[in-house]
């Protein structure tokens, strides 16, 4: 008896023996591929989108737009950001994501040397393309393959000629930057000035600041107290906006005063529904999203090519505070 199980025993494994043989050679065979469950379907590139202000509202619909867009394609997108413009944060993301080795990454530029290195130097070097969104740099500096965005130079011929047809052709205006001059925010400033040079009577005063709340009030305290007779303002850093505003409503009436900003902060919209803002322009973030995926996808199949170097524009207009109640 003992000896019939002990033999029963030894040919199941035999049988089993024979049977995990034949299954591991399927396995191993190259043109064995493991099955997909149903709807299950490669995507044809894996891309990223990074930015610095991923808790903004208008960074939150630029991802929207390109996880729209990449489902339609057929390619698979991670957005990645930082919080509170975290420069070291993001400048790491860019790099892990070259690191990677993504097929594309679509980013928000930013106009360092760290930037321009990591994209000039580092993902030219693995052939990996860069889009920039929304914020340009120079695609010398860059050798990104194009932007999709605002025109940001028309953006501020906007602004002037709204300011112009509220306070008329005579006045001070004061224009508040940021210190780090960034290219997309210079395009903006030389717009304004574009206008505004041909009337004589509007004097302008520009003064630079970090977004750091106590720098944005300093900086708004010392020019009201040199420019008592200013009539107008504009925040060409939309984060700035907020805490400017604050400090001119604390030493008098906001109402007087005429006051313009960009869609890019996450104040901005509230701002001009309260009234505290005259006019705001309101760019396209989604159409930013969609627009910077499709065209990527199009370069990496070949479809366009080469992409246009000058970027692709997305529509923008001037929001008035009547027009967002």
């Known amino acids: 008896m003992r000896k019939t199980v002990i033999l029963v025993l030894g040919l199941a494994g035999v049988a089993l023996f024979y049977f995990t043989f034949v299954s591991a050679g399927k396995v191993f065979r190259s043109d064995w591929q493991l099955p997909h469950s149903p709807g299950e379907k490669q995507a044809r590139y894996r ?45 790491k993301k860019i790099e892990i994501a070259i690191d990677s080795k993504v097929d594309g990454i679509i980013v928000q530029g930013l106009d360092t040397e760290e930037f321009k290195q990591l994209t000039k130097v580092k993902a030219a070097f693995y052939g990996i393309p860069i ?12 050798l990104r393959r194009t932007y999709v965005g605002s025109n940001q130079y028309l953006a501020g011929q906007l602004i002037a000629r709204q300011l112009l047809s509220d306070m008329g052709s005579a006045g001070q205006v004061i224009l508040l930057g940021d210190s780090r001059r960034e290219y ?6 030389n717009g304004i000035y574009d206008v505004l040079k041909e009337y004589p009577g509007v004097r302008t005063e520009y003064a630079e600041t970090t977004d750091a709340r106590e720098q944005v009030v300093s900086a708004t305290q010392d020019l009201m107290n040199r420019l008592p007779n200013v009539q107008a303002f504009v925040a060409v850093n939309a984060n700035t906006a907020e805490a400017m505003i604050q400090e001119i409503g604390r030493r008098s009436r906001v109402e007087p005063y005429h006051i313009y900003s960009f869609d890019d902060s996450h104040d901005s919209m509230s701002l001009l529904k309260q ?51």
């Open 47 to 91: 891309l990223v989108l990074i930015t610095q202000e991923l808790e903004t509202p208008f960074w939150g619909k630029v991802g929207a737009g390109a996880l729209e867009e990449a489902e339609r394609v057929g390619a698979s997108i991670e957005v990645w950001g930082s919080y509170g413009k975290n420069r070291e944060d993001f400048l």
């Open 131 to 142: 889009v920039t969104v929304a914020n340009d740099v120079p695609m010398a500096d860059s």
């Open 184 to 189: 997309y925010q210079q395009q903006r400033i």
């Open 275 to 325: 009234g505290k803002l005259d006019g705001v322009i309101e760019q396209s973030p989604e159409t930013m999203g969609r627009i910077s995926v499709k065209l990527m996808t199009e370069w990496l199949s070949g479809e366009t090519v080469p992409l246009d170097s000058n970027g692709y524009f997305t529509e923008i207009r001037m929001l008035k505070a009547a027009d967002a109640r």
